[in-house]
Each structure stands twice: as structure tokens, then as C-alpha cells.
């Protein structure tokens, strides 16, 4: 079973830094492809990154490409979202969640949600 864990949200200046990860207390993270999307005030769900089971392949939004870097960690069953040159646009909270089919990029291929960690981007 999957149990996803998000957590390293937090408040930061436009321009700086920060690393969210995902812990999975479950056994068959190494299987799973797996994914961050996010959810701003008033605003739809949307895809942010994924990773396949072994880090060879990621997916990422137009809108963090070459800003955010997704990777992960199986012996420790944990997926990390290293997010540079942050923008108050950023702001929304952070989701993981394991990939279950259909479009890597559309939220709704996605099951077993973490309960979000929240970013806030100051400008």
C-alpha cells in the first residue's frame, strides 16, 4: 500500500530556494511513478513534475521547467522537488502522489495524495 508523506514547504523570498520531499511508508515505492502537483487558492489542481521508478526519465511543466528539479531516493522511498528561482506564482500547496495510467501530466492519472505541504512565495 501506498503512503505518501509530503513535507520542506515553507515561506521564502522571490528568487530563493526550497526542497519539498516525499516519504512513502509503503513497499512498493521502487515500482511506482510517481508525481508533484499543486493547488493555488481558488484554482484547479495542476501537474508539476514526475519521475519514473528508476530516475532515468522526468516530466516537467512548462511553467517550472529549468527552475525545478524533480528526483528520488528508493532506498530511502523518498522523492524530493528541488525548486530554484522561486515566484510568488509558485505559491499553492505542494501534492504527491503515485501514477496510476493514462497522461503523466494530467492530475487525474494520479491516486494515493499525499496531504500537501504549503509553499508561500513572497515577492
Known amino acids: 500500500q501506498v503512503q505518501l508523506v509530503e513535507s520542506g514547504g515553507g515561506l521564502v523570498q522571490a528568487g530563493g530556494s526550497l526542497r519539498l520531499s516525499c516519504a512513502d511508508s509503503?513497499?512498493?515505492?521502487?515500482?511506482?511513478?510517481i508525481g508533484w502537483s499543486r493547488q493555488a487558492p481558488g484554482k484547479e489542481r495542476e501537474f508539476v513534475a514526475a519521475i519514473i521508478w528508476n530516475g532515468a526519465r522526468t516530466y516537467y511543466a512548462d511553467s517550472v521547467k529549468a527552475r525545478f528539479t524533480i528526483s528520488r531516493d528508493n532506498a530511502k522511498n523518498t522523492m524530493y522537488l528541488q525548486m530554484n528561482s522561486l515566484k510568488p506564482e509558485d505559491t499553492a500547496v505542494y501534492y504527491c502522489?503515485?501514477?496510476?495510467?493514462?497522461?503523466?501530466?494530467?492530475?487525474?492519472?494520479?491516486?494515493?495524495w499525499g496531504q500537501g505541504t504549503q509553499v508561500t512565495v513572497s515577492s
Open positions: 509503503g513497499r512498493t515505492f521502487s515500482s511506482l511513478i
Open positions: 502522489a503515485a501514477f496510476t495510467g493514462g497522461d503523466v501530466s494530467h492530475t487525474n492519472s494520479y491516486a494515493n
